[in-house]
T-cell receptor, first 114, second 109 residues
Framework: ETGVTQSPTHLIKTRGQQVTLRCSSQSGHNTVSWYQQALGQGPQFIFQ???????GRGNFPPRFSGLQFPNYSSELNVNALELDDSALYLC?????????????FGSGTQLSVL | DAKTTQPPSMDCAEGRAANLPCNHS???????VYWYRQIHSQGPQYIIH?????ETNEMASLIITEDRKSSTLILPHATLRDTAVYYC??????????WGLGTSLAVNP
């Protein structure tokens, strides 16, 4: 158990809809990263938030957006869902006080777009 | 694209050492070698990381060659619960980890 919790665990949406995924970071961690993992692939970096500011972004379109709150929890929002957005979405937290070497992952949200 | 190369799959007998290789010939001087593993249907789990010295913790040992172009993760006494996909990643920090396909390790009884 890492102390990182994600909700919901599973979600089914239809093409064109919008979705919000949530992540609570481990106590004491101020950095949250989001990854997308398609079936049979490694995780792909979406973006990272540090102290409520975006701190790096991967090759994802603007319809993928995020927020980090003062308690360091985070949301991932995806607009205009496409079939290819079906994937496991992973949240990871870390702390700059620990040198940022380790990411602590949640169990993910499995999103299916029909 | 991932900057590391790993064999797609490996087998290991329970109780024996599992040695997982990784090639990272283009690693930069300030990049670390990170190892994570992912057990089916779970999020990845941090195992170990190093810059140029060999490292050991309660989970595994990491051996990095002197030229830093390759490394080996060693699980000294593999158990069935070590069956997972193991990822080797190079990065200067954890801001943007680029993951490949990893090595699927099967530990057999």
């Amino acid at each position: 158990e890492t102390g990182v919790t994600q909700s919901p665990t599973h979600l089914i949406k239809t093409r064109g809809q919008q979705v919000t995924l949530r992540c609570s970071s481990q106590s004491g961690h101020n950095t949250v990263s989001w990854y997308q993992q398609a079936l049979g692939q490694g995780p792909q970096f979406i973006f990272q938030y540090y102290r409520e500011e975006e701190n790096g972004r991967g090759n994802f379109p603007p319809r993928f957006s995020g927020l980090q709150f003062p308690n360091y929890s985070s949301e991932l929002n995806v607009n205009a869902l496409e079939l290819d957005d079906s994937a496991l979405y992973l949240c990871a937290s870390s702390s700059d006080r620990e040198g940022n070497e380790k990411l602590f992952f949640g169990s993910g949200t499995q999103l299916s777009v029909l | 694209d991932a900057k590391t190369t790993q064999p797609p799959s490996m087998d290991c007998a329970e109780g024996r050492a599992a040695n997982l290789p990784c090639n990272h010939s283009t690693i930069s001087g300030n990049e670390y070698v990170y190892w994570y593993r992912q057990i089916h249907s779970q999020g990845p789990q941090y195992i170990i990381h190093g810059l140029k010295n060999n490292e050991t913790n309660e989970m595994a040992s990491l051996i990095i060659t002197e030229d830093r172009k390759s490394s080996t993760l060693i699980l000294p006494h593999a158990t069935l619960r070590d069956t997972a996909v193991y990822y080797c990643i190079n990065a200067g920090n954890n801001r943007k980890l680029i993951w490949g396909l990893g090595t699927s390790l099967a530990v057999n009884p």
